[in-house]
Nanobody
Framework: QVQLVESGGGLVQPGGSLRLSCAVS????????MSWVRQAPGKGLEWVAS????????AYLDIVKGRFTISRDNAKDMTFLQLNNLNPDDTALYYC???????WGQGTQVTVSS
């Protein structure tokens, strides 16, 4: 059974940081590209970042470049999203996604507010 479990979200002030984690099971993690996708309140899904199965390549939504960093640990079957210099527009439910959209976690809420 494929499972993706996100954690690490929370309430943070503007300019703050969070580190999101996603633990996966039920598939061969080191053969799958992974992504993070978010959904802000009342808005559609927005792709944020992706990482190649071997970690050698990453890609980012333009507005998060330089602030967010995606990484992975294939020995632990986990992927991460480091969020720095957060602003209120980053408030959203953040999902960990296998491949293009094969499997999704339940999401972790990030709220940026003073």
């Amino acid at each position: 059974q494929v499972q993706l479990v996100e954690s690490g979200g929370g309430l943070v002030q503007p300019g703050g940081s969070l580190r999101l984690s996603c633990a996966v099971s039920g598939f061969t993690f080191n053969k799958n590209d992974m992504s993070w996708v978010r959904q802000a309140p009342g808005k559609g899904l927005e792709w944020v970042a992706s990482i190649r199965y071997d970690g050698t390549e990453t890609a980012y939504l333009d507005i998060v470049k330089g602030r967010f960093t995606i990484s992975r640990d294939n020995a632990k079957d986990m992927t991460f999203l480091q969020l720095n210099n957060l602003n209120p527009d980053d408030t959203a439910l953040y999902y960990c996604v296998r491949g293009a959209s094969a499997s999704w976690g339940q999401g972790t809420q990030v709220t940026v507010s003073s």
